[in-house]
T-cell receptor, first 117, second 113 residues
Framework: IAGITQAPTSQILAAGRRMTLRCTQD?????MYWYRQDLGLGLRLIHY???????GKGEVPDGYSVSRANTDDFPLTLASAVPSQTSVYFC????????????????FGPGTRLTVL | RKEVEQDPGPFNVPEGATVAFNCTYS??????FFWYRQDCRKEPKLLMS???SGNEDGRFTAQLNRASQYISLLIRDSKLSDSATYLC??????????????FGRGTSLIVHP
């Protein structure tokens, strides 16, 4: 593995079904993020994790949950999918730094295209 | 009002032109700034960080104006391959010491022959 991988690449899902999107990184980055990207709305943060064992809510967390059991993996779960969750989902990671002059470049996975019918 | 605002464009320019994008942000506590490039149906990739003193990378120049709360990206001598969406990203500190990124909606650039 080099960088960030996401699975599946695409998925068509019936409404009401449970779905977990997988994200794995091999860069040993502390911080990881999940975004959804919709036409005209740009990238919106769903959940994030500063380090293994911690998670936080982003701009649009409702209907999604995450876990961070270890450094490398950050799965995103839709407990009961709805059509409004049709989107492209991107996972990202960055080196966690602190201080006013830190620069946290994010590295993105290739995305998962999810369609909920 | 969205925290990070960009003109969606599209900016339609001929090869060789100079084009500039601006991005405004609302949170004065924002600490770090970036420009990302996203090609159609691909993931965003870092184009350049934006430093307080301004910085240049080849044909690309980024500047930060903290007083007016905007960042800019200037592309000189545009190439066909510059056609993409350019995303402005602003990081703001969060509890726990990391930085929460907020993305603008992106500015579309089309460079034509």
């Amino acid at each position: 593995i080099a960088g960030i991988t996401q699975a599946p690449t695409s998925q068509i899902l019936a409404a009401g079904r449970r779905m977990t999107l997988r994200c794995t990184q091999d860069m040993r980055h502390n911080a990881m993020y999940w975004y959804r990207q919709d036409l005209g709305l740009g990238l919106r943060l769903i959940h994030y994790s500063n380090t293994a064992g911690t998670t936080g809510k982003g701009e649009v967390p409702d209907g999604y949950s995450v876990s961070r059991a270890n450094t490398d993996d950050f799965p995103l779960t839709l407990a009961s999918a709805v059509p409004s969750q049709t989107s492209v989902y991107f996972c990202a990671s960055s080196e966690r730094t602190s201080g006013p002059t830190s620069y946290n470049e994010q590295f993105f996975g290739p995305g998962t295209r999810l369609t909920v019918l | 009002r969205k925290e990070v605002e960009q003109d969606p464009g599209p900016f339609n320019v001929p090869e060789g032109a100079t084009v500039a994008f601006n991005c405004t942000y609302s949170n004065s506590a924002s600490q770090s700034f970036f420009w990302y490039r996203q090609d159609c149906r691909k993931e965003p990739k870092l184009l350049m960080s934006v430093y307080s003193s301004g910085n240049e990378d080849g044909r690309f120049t980024a500047q930060l104006n903290r007083a007016s709360q905007y960042i800019s990206l200037l592309i000189r001598d545009s190439k066909l391959s510059d056609s993409a969406t350019y995303l402005c990203v602003v990081n703001t500190g969060s509890p726990g010491g990391s930085y929460i990124p907020t993305f603008g909606r992106g500015t579309s650039l089309i460079v034509h022959p």
